[in-house]
């Protein structure tokens, strides 16, 4: 059975500052991890997915990073800005279709 | 095409009564998924369906919880009997039945039992 791990469970950084969200996972034979992001009482928005044969995606300040072997899956938000302020939500797909969620990181970035 | 929609947004309703929510998918999208979170934790697994077809049901689904996508278009979630602690946002989430393929989700369905 998958699980997925997402660690801090919260994170508060000043506005600027580099950081990196993780992501583990305990069933490396997945077909791809998705990052979502969710704001307060809201649903999920997609940021990035990262097929199994990827080693990383990017768009604009996020890059997503995927080890399979160690399973493991990095965020990182380049020069974080308060409106970046949410949860973030790693996904991973396997066999069975459905994706399973870790239970988020709910980062604050102060101004 | 302007995305997953779910109605309603918000459902309050007493205990023992029975609620339907409906989620309308991106149109193109063969694949449905329903989610249930609770505050504090991740979306967890409920159902989904490829096309009309119900494929996967989760073990922790009561009796209580039946869905339907009767025309492969749109699908309803029905909660029978409700409890207090089917209190939970319910998500929608559709997808191409593809390998390596985008979910999207919908805004929830916030649902309350008192």
């Known amino acids: 059975k998958q699980e997925v791990t997402q660690i801090p469970a919260a994170l508060s950084v000043p506005e600027g500052e580099n950081l990196v969200l993780n992501c583990s996972f305990t069933?490396?034979?997945?077909?791809?991890l998705q990052w979502f992001r969710q704001d307060p009482g809201k649903g999920l928005t997609s940021l990035l997915l990262?097929?199994?044969?990827?080693r990383e995606q990017t768009s604009g300040r996020l890059n997503a990073s995927l080890d399979k072997s160690s399973g493991r899956s990095t965020l990182y938000i380049a020069a974080s800005q308060p409106g970046d302020s949410a949860t973030y939500l790693c996904?991973?797909?396997?066999?069975?279709?459905?994706?399973?969620f870790g239970k988020g990181t709910k980062l604050t970035v102060n101004p | 095409d302007t995305g997953v929609s779910q109605d309603p947004r918000h459902k309050i309703t007493k205990r023992g009564q029975n609620v339907t929510f409906r989620c309308d998918p991106i149109?193109?999208?063969?694949?449905l998924y329903w989610y249930r979170q609770t505050l504090g934790q991740g979306p967890e697994f409920l159902t989904y369906?490829?096309?009309?077809?119900?494929?996967?049901k989760s073990r922790l689904l009561s009796d209580r919880f039946s869905a339907e996508r009767p025309k492969g278009s749109f699908s309803t979630l029905e909660i029978q009997r409700t409890e207090q602690g089917d209190s939970a946002m319910y998500l929608c989430?559709?997808?191409?039945?593809?390998?390596?393929?985008?979910?999207?989700f919908g805004q929830g369905t916030r649902l309350t039992v008192v």
């Open positions: 989430a559709s997808s191409l039945a593809q390998i390596n393929t985008e979910a999207f």
């Open positions: 369906f490829q096309n009309e077809a119900q494929l996967e």
């Open positions: 069933d490396s034979a997945i077909y791809n």
């Open positions: 149109s193109e999208h063969n694949r």
């Open positions: 990262i097929q199994s044969s990827q």
């Open positions: 996904a991973a797909q396997g066999g069975s279709e459905k994706l399973v």
